[in-house]
């Protein structure tokens, strides 16, 4: 295989990757947006009037659509109501790959964006974008304002390809404790934090999983903390548990009543020494739980301690709960035999 069937398999393997476990579409995106060439964050806001901007048909280069020869900035805005009934379910965004940069707004609150805008420019170009959707960024039963701020350098510009709408996903592992948001949330580093009776009352409250950008900390890079109070039931005792946290990116070290359980990267105490491992986000976190360190039939306190180096930081990705270790093996399984058959979907 040459270097362009590699890097056209790299490109391919990500656009079916990205959909591969996509399931219900819950609102199409297909169709016809608002449009506005220029840059201006007023635009984000759920309440800016865009009744007199252009309309413009997505998927398509922004070329064909009339604006031939145009480099810059140019902004998208839908808007679309998702039924009450999704509450609950994780919902992505699928938007297909976005010709150079983006940064993706729903109800005015920035969910999150690929490449990276000047002066500072670079492009992610040929990714799909498919973004996780904090619950407590919809408005469920009522209109929801998406917008999207588009950067193009050169050649085609735009949201120029998939099909664009809001899913669920197939075969979502449902925990038997799910512990998803709220948790408690402080940047910074002190190892004490991990501690099962530290007073963390003064914490901020955050939803989980979601990215630090949608909690206002999209430059942020470093230590963060989240902690949270789970009741184990005496129904599990007899059970070999594993926690399960999604993707963390970057890195994480993780600990139950204080005890540490596991962690994904080279996580050293002093930020000097880390030594960022640049695939770490892409790995689940599930960490096997020893019983003697839990508590049957009271609470039992969850810290994770994370490490972000770049773009994005956070626990971004469920599932996230605690779940026995044969529903754990199940999910591994059909996630194995997705894979493989993507594999014999590329080389048939």
């Not at 979601?210 to 470093?222: A, E, I, R, T, V």
Request: with cysteine; charged share 25%.
């Amino acid at each position: 295989m040459n270097l362009l069937n590699i890097l056209s398999f790299i490109l391919l393997a990500n656009t079916i990757l990205a959909n591969i476990n996509l399931k219900e579409q819950v609102i199409s995106l297909n169709g016809y947006w608002k449009f506005e060439i220029g840059d201006d964050l007023d635009y984000a806001k759920v309440e800016y009037a865009d009744h007199d901007w252009e309309e413009i048909y997505v998927p398509s280069s922004w070329e064909d659509e009339g604006f031939p020869d145009y480099d810059g900035y140019a902004w998208y805005r839908i808007h679309f109501s998702i039924p009450g009934k999704f509450r609950g379910e994780e919902l992505y965004l699928n938007l297909g790959p976005i010709d150079d940069v983006d940064e993706t707004f729903l109800n005015g609150e920035l969910i999150s964006y690929m490449g990276s805008f000047p002066p500072d420019y670079y492009t992610q170009a040929h990714y799909e974008r498919l973004y996780h959707i904090p619950s407590s960024a919809i408005n469920y039963g009522k209109e929801n304002v998406l917008a999207i701020r588009v950067y193009d350098q050169s050649g085609i510009g735009g949201i120029v390809g998939g099909e664009n709408g809001i899913y669920t996903l197939e075969n979502f592992l449902n925990c038997e404790l799910e512990i998803k948001g709220p948790w408690k949330f402080k940047t910074g580093d002190e190892i004490d934090w991990k501690n099962e009776l530290f007073n963390d009352s003064d914490w901020d409250k955050v939803e989980i999983p979601s990215k630090w950008c949608y909690l206002g900390l999209k430059d942020y890079d470093g230590f963060a903390w989240y902690r949270k109070k789970v009741f184990v039931g005496e129904e599990y005792e007899d059970e070999n548990l594993i926690l399960v946290l999604g993707k963390i990116d970057d890195m994480d070290e993780t600990f139950i009543n204080g005890h540490r359980i596991g962690g994904t990267g080279n996580l050293n105490i002093k930020t000097e020494q880390i030594n960022l491992d640049h695939n770490s986000h892409t790995q689940l976190r599930a960490y096997y739980i020893p019983k003697n360190i839990l508590q049957f039939n009271k609470e039992n306190t969850i810290a994770i301690r994370v490490y972000d180096g770049v773009t994005y930081g956070g626990i971004v990705e469920g599932p996230i709960g605690i779940t026995t270790r044969e529903k754990y093996q199940s999910y591994k399984k059909f996630e194995k035999n997705n894979f493989i058959n993507f594999i014999k979907k590329i080389f048939d």
